[in-house]
Nanobody, 127 residues
Framework: QVQLVESGGGLVQVGGSLRLSCAASGRTFSIYLMGWFRQAPGKEREFVSRISWDYTTDYTDSVKGRFTISRDNAKNTVYLQMNSLKPEDTAVYFC?????????????????????WGQGTQVTVSS
């Protein structure tokens, strides 16, 4: 069982920045696939970014150049640095984990790749 605890959400003005954190339990965090997803009101949850055991990353097109995902294996934590925030970034952000190094790149950008989910943290960008 893997537990995920997100933090760092909040209210920010357009153009501002936030850094989300997700602390994970488990002794083999270094091999985990870690992802961030978000769900805006009235919309389905969507992929935002992911980072694999070898630090390769992917981003959805709408956040490329603005968001950066990173991981600190010593702290069992993954981060999402969000800059130049826009109102359309407003959503509940979820951290997700797959405690395995076996997956395809395409799969890693979908919800089905992940076995564990955090409770979510609200990000609100005001104009």
């Amino acid at each position: 069982q893997v537990q995920l605890v997100e933090s760092g959400g909040g209210l920010v003005q357009v153009g501002g920045s936030l850094r989300l954190s997700c602390a994970a339990s488990g002794r083999t965090f270094s091999i985990y696939l870690m992802g961030w997803f978000r769900q805006a009101p009235g919309k389905e949850r969507e992929f935002v970014s992911r980072i694999s055991w070898d630090y390769t990353t992917d981003y959805t097109d709408s956040v490329k150049g603005r968001f950066t995902i990173s991981r600190d294996n010593a702290k069992n934590t993954v981060y999402l640095q969000m800059n130049s925030l826009k109102p359309e970034d407003t959503a509940v952000y979820f951290c997700a984990a797959r405690p395995s190094a076996s997956y395809s790149r395409t799969e890693s950008m979908t919800e089905v790749a992940y076995d564990y989910w955090g409770q979510g943290t609200q990000v609100t960008v005001s104009s």
